[in-house]
């Protein structure tokens, strides 16, 4: 198992303004993933973070928005930058151990852009 | 593109009863299943996986059925408890890669 501390975990920002959201896990992990979670809605992945190089990022979703960094295999962190009302969310960090095992989750980042 | 449907209505039943959630997919061949619980204001928590060569899969109160060729699953929680409402999603995942996709999840309601 994973224990995923994620932090902070509720901000209300400014619009313009960017967050910057910490995912520490309590082991070392290959597999690390960005989610979104608005309210009613799936979980939708944002992007793989990779250590040492560039994330994968998924459809929709662009580095100059998100920019994620992965320096070591238990942390990363995911900026949400030039925000707008329209990134009001929840987002996740989540880690997996192997190809097909279960996903450990953080408690969640809900954010609210103002 | 993949998708997943599972009943957006809310689930309300009486505790003791058995809770049987669904899960639909299209336009995905998933090598496994997952179901997870989601309580408010928390991240997702595992709960089953079953393979595609599995039919069924038990732990504790929970059943889980794959139908690869319905593209469906069902979730069971028997003798409910209050305790056991919570929002629960559904998510599949391909061999080869390590994306899982989710679905919106169920809320499930059990009255004392």
């Known amino acids: 198992s994973a224990v995923i501390s994620q932090k902070p975990s509720r901000d209300i920002c400014q619009r313009g303004t960017s967050l910057t959201i910490q995912c520490q896990v309590d082991s070392q992990v290959t597999m690390m993933f960005w989610y979104r979670q608005q309210p009613g809605q799936s979980l939708t992945l944002i992007a793989t973070?990779?250590?040492?190089?560039?994330?994968?990022?998924e459809s929709g979703f662009v580095i100059d928005k998100f920019p994620i960094s992965r320096p070591n295999l238990t942390f990363s962190t995911l900026t949400v930058s030039n925000m707008s009302p329209e990134d009001s969310s929840i987002y996740l960090c989540?880690?997996?151990?192997?190809?097909?095992?279960?996903?450990?989750f953080g408690q969640g980042t809900r954010l609210t852009v103002v | 593109s993949q998708k997943i449907e599972q009943n957006s209505e809310a689930l309300n039943i009486q505790e003791g009863k058995t809770a049987t959630l669904t899960c639909n997919y299209t336009n995905y061949s998933p090598a496994y299943l997952q179901w997870y619980r989601q309580d408010p204001g928390r991240g997702p928590v595992f709960l089953l996986l079953?393979?595609?060569?599995?039919k069924e899969k038990r732990k504790e109160r929970l059943k889980v059925t794959f139908d690869t060729t319905l593209k469906q699953s069902l979730f069971h929680i028997t003798a409910s408890q209050p305790a056991d409402s919570a929002t629960y999603l559904c998510?599949?995942?391909?061999?080869?890669?390590?994306?899982?996709?989710f679905g919106a999840g169920t809320r499930l309601f059990v009255k004392a």
């Open positions: 998510a599949l995942g391909g061999t080869g890669g390590f994306k899982t996709i």
């Open positions: 973070a990779n250590q040492g190089s560039e994330a994968t990022y």
């Open positions: 079953i393979r595609e060569n599995e």
């Open positions: 989540s880690v997996r151990t192997g190809g097909d095992t279960e996903a450990f």
